[in-house]
């Protein structure tokens, strides 16, 4: 019996998963039956792509750049030897102030000071027999000849006399100007070759520092200009400088050109090497300006899609100086222009857009506060 109730319960649970298909395909053919049928030849409903735009306006825009650099002495001197000798004193290390005229290091002078009394003693025999033969000429006991011989030996015992003693002040070297000596490179008891460098001396009154200036900026600069310097090892303090050079060629590769500007007076702990970043403010242009995301970029270069009635089309443009979240157009664009500044994806040269109001002031072209270079 129970075997008999099993097999009765599972027919029943057949027939009603039977019943439960047979509904639901009834109920789908009645949806579809009920369903409107297409039109024979109907083509599906194009959406429309929505665009925001904005007009490309003349602004007058004051750039600001914070550029890197480096400290540099305006003048550094080598402190070269002009005669060879053996080295006796050298009493300067680096780090020490020196003032023009202080004597610095000194070689071994006898040998020089014997060579210069030498030469002394034989510019005064031949003065004297110069003297001698001019007195015998008059009295025709001594030819012009002889007295043009003699007045020729004693010019050359003076230059003889003058050479040695230019080389014994040599043994004496005196710093050529006021500075902090950078390098020592001799110790007492060498024997210095001719010409070797011994000490570099810098000028701490003024410093210098290169920096790199985009070539759409170069026009708006000149010299004498001031500079806002900060320098990180003094706590990020700010001193004035100007701009002291501007460097005629422009590099290729990077589009910058090179510019020179001074630190005097130069503030306490500020030294040759340190760090330095330098703010210059260009002077106020008529630009025109439209939204950085306006601008599109591919193989064939930068472009924009210009818009007009209601169809927009597809315009090469050169940009330049890039300012907040604005750029300028050098060409390709007129003032008033409407301009894509939303709504890329999917579009393409000519198509037809719908122009839809911006809610927020994403791309004001008023000016704003000026932006810094990397």
């Given at each position: 019996?129970?075997?008999v109730?099993?097999?009765?319960?599972?027919?029943?649970?057949?027939?009603?998963?039977?019943?439960s298909?047979?509904?639901?395909?009834?109920?789908?053919?009645?949806?579809?039956?009920c369903?409107?049928?297409?039109?024979?030849g109907?083509?599906p409903r194009?959406?429309?792509?929505?665009?925001e735009?904005?007009?490309?306006?003349?602004?007058?825009?004051?750039?600001?750049?914070?550029?890197?650099?480096?400290?540099?002495?305006?003048?550094?001197?080598?402190?070269?030897?002009?005669?060879?000798?053996?080295?006796?004193?050298?009493?300067?290390?680096?780090?020490?102030?020196?003032?023009k005229?202080?004597?610095?290091?000194?070689?071994?002078?006898s040998?020089l000071?014997a060579?210069?009394?030498?030469?002394t003693?034989?510019?005064?025999?031949?003065?004297?027999?110069?003297?001698?033969?001019k007195?015998?000429?008059?009295?025709?006991?001594?030819?012009?000849?002889?007295?043009?011989?003699?007045?020729?030996r004693?010019?050359?015992?003076a230059?003889?006399?003058q050479l040695?003693?230019?080389?014994?002040?040599?043994?004496?070297?005196?710093?050529?100007?006021?500075?902090?000596?950078?390098e020592r490179?001799?110790?007492?008891?060498?024997?210095?070759?001719?010409?070797?460098?011994?000490?570099?001396?810098?000028?701490t009154?003024?410093?210098?520092?290169?920096?790199?200036?985009?070539e759409?900026?170069l026009?708006?600069?000149?010299?004498?200009?001031?500079?806002?310097?900060?320098?990180d090892a003094?706590?990020?303090?700010?001193?004035?400088g100007k701009?002291?050079?501007?460097?005629?060629?422009?590099?290729?590769?990077?589009?910058?050109g090179?510019?020179?500007?001074?630190?005097s007076p130069?503030?306490?702990?500020?030294r040759?090497?340190?760090?330095?970043?330098?703010?210059?403010?260009?002077?106020?242009?008529?630009r025109?300006?439209?939204?950085?995301?306006?601008?599109r970029?591919?193989?064939?270069?930068?472009?924009?899609?210009v818009?007009?009635?209601?169809?927009?089309?597809r315009?090469?443009?050169?940009?330049?100086?890039?300012?907040?979240?604005?750029?300028e157009?050098i060409?390709?664009l007129?003032?008033?222009?409407?301009?894509?500044?939303?709504?890329?994806?999917?579009?393409?040269?000519k198509m037809?857009?719908?122009?839809?109001?911006?809610?927020?002031?994403?791309?004001?072209?008023?000016?704003?506060?000026?932006?810094?270079?990397?």
């Amino acid at each position: 019996m129970a075997y008999v109730h099993i097999k009765f319960m599972l027919l029943n649970r057949f027939f009603y998963s039977l019943s439960s298909i047979a509904i639901l395909l009834s109920s789908c053919m009645l949806i579809s039956a009920c369903s409107e049928p297409a039109q024979p030849g109907s083509k599906p409903r194009a959406s429309t792509h929505l665009v925001e735009t904005a007009n490309a306006q003349y602004q007058n825009i004051s750039a600001s750049r914070t550029l890197t650099g480096t400290l540099q002495a305006i003048r550094e001197v080598k402190i070269i030897n002009q005669t060879e000798g053996l080295l006796i004193e050298l009493a300067i290390y680096p780090g020490d102030r020196v003032k023009k005229g202080q004597t610095l290091a000194r070689l071994n002078d006898s040998l020089l000071k014997a060579e210069v009394q030498k030469a002394t003693a034989t510019l005064r025999q031949a003065s004297v027999d110069l003297k001698r033969l001019k007195d015998l000429a008059p009295r025709k006991m001594a030819s012009e000849s002889e007295v043009a011989q003699a007045q020729t030996r004693k010019d050359i015992a003076a230059a003889e006399l003058q050479l040695k003693q230019t080389e014994y002040q040599h043994t004496q070297i005196k710093a050529p100007i006021n500075g902090i000596i950078s390098e020592r490179l001799a110790e007492p008891g060498d024997v210095i070759p001719l010409h070797s460098h011994l000490l570099t001396i810098i000028d701490t009154s003024s410093l210098k520092a290169e920096i790199y200036l985009s070539e759409l900026l170069l026009p708006l600069i000149r010299q004498n200009n001031p500079v806002k310097i900060t320098i990180d090892a003094l706590a990020g303090q700010q001193f004035t400088g100007k701009i002291k050079r501007i460097f005629p060629s422009i590099d290729e590769t990077t589009r910058r050109g090179t510019i020179e500007v001074i630190l005097s007076p130069v503030p306490d702990q500020a030294r040759a090497g340190q760090l330095c970043r330098v703010t210059i403010e260009t002077q106020n242009k008529s630009r025109l300006m439209i939204p950085y995301d306006a601008v599109r970029h591919d193989k064939q270069g930068e472009y924009v899609y210009v818009l007009h009635n209601n169809q927009v089309q597809r315009v090469k443009i050169s940009s330049g100086l890039q300012h907040k979240q604005l750029i300028e157009i050098i060409y390709g664009l007129k003032e008033q222009q409407e301009v894509i500044s939303k709504g890329f994806f999917g579009l393409k040269d000519k198509m037809k857009v719908k122009k839809v109001e911006t809610t927020k002031n994403d791309h004001s072209l008023s000016v704003t506060a000026p932006q810094k270079e990397s």
